[in-house]
């Protein structure tokens, strides 16, 4: 099933082009142009994410923010705000916000970010897209979180089964080590690149069958990596 974002904000030009990117990305899309508008379709709509501005007139994006979360509604909350101060931003996340871009931005950047939000939520067509893989002599379960090679058992921890869904779910294209960060570790523990690296080489260790020459998880030189299935 598609997944439904709800845009809140209240600039007619931003909220077209949010609505025309969420919309090319494959998503079904709601938007409101207040922070009361914005409660009504949360009820009535029942979206998969909220695009929530912080500057609303009236009603403000952080009231709305902690109403929902008061009133337990868990939805995935990306906030947009044209303020770059660091209280800002922790007020955000503390009163329930699970991610934060500030404007200006860019529009791919806050898809990939809206992927990444969904997946982690589980909400939407992204969390359900693929259940497991099998390549080379290796078996991946990435509901159950198990892995084999030539039919023993291999561990891996979490984020690095969500690095090689990522790879394999975006279907042979090259990703940055930016946008890797972006969809499988998001803002919380703020990694390096390094950290990118170093789960590929732990997922080559575990499942390739000549690490040192990898034929499904590969390097593409000064860009990033990509995964190729079985030819």
């Not at 709601?30 to 695009?51: C, F, K, N, Q, Y």
């Not at 909400?123 to 990435?142: K, P, R």
Request: charged share 25%; net charge negative.
């Amino acid at each position: 099933m598609t997944a439904s974002i709800l845009i809140v904000e209240d600039d007619p030009f931003i909220r077209q082009g949010l609505e025309i990117a969420q919309l090319k990305a494959g998503y079904s899309v709601h938007t409101a142009p207040s922070a009361e508008e914005g409660r009504v379709a949360v009820e009535e709509a029942s979206p998969d994410l909220l695009i929530l501005d912080l500057m609303l007139p009236g009603r403000s994006g952080l009231e709305l923010c902690r109403s929902l979360r008061a009133s337990g509604n868990d939805i995935p909350i990306l906030m947009l705000t044209a303020l770059a101060d660091e209280s800002d931003r922790v007020l955000g996340f503390d009163l329930g916000a699970d991610d934060y871009v500030t404007k200006p931005f860019s529009l791919k950047e806050l898809v990939a970010r809206v992927r990444a939000l969904l997946r982690r939520s589980g909400h939407g067509e992204a969390a359900d897209s693929l259940d497991e893989i099998t390549f080379g002599q290796a078996t991946v379960n990435f509901k159950q979180f198990t892995a084999t090679k030539s039919g023993e058992s291999v561990r891996l921890p979490a984020k690095a089964f969500g690095l090689l869904r990522t790879l394999v779910e975006r279907g042979g294209d090259v990703l940055t080590r930016e946008e890797l960060l972006e969809e499988v570790w998001g803002f919380e523990a703020m990694p390096t690149t390094r950290t990118v690296d170093n789960h590929v080489a732990m997922l080559r260790a575990a499942l390739e069958v000549e690490p040192s020459e990898p034929r499904h998880i590969l390097t593409v030189h000064g860009v990033g990596y990509r995964f190729v299935g079985e030819s």
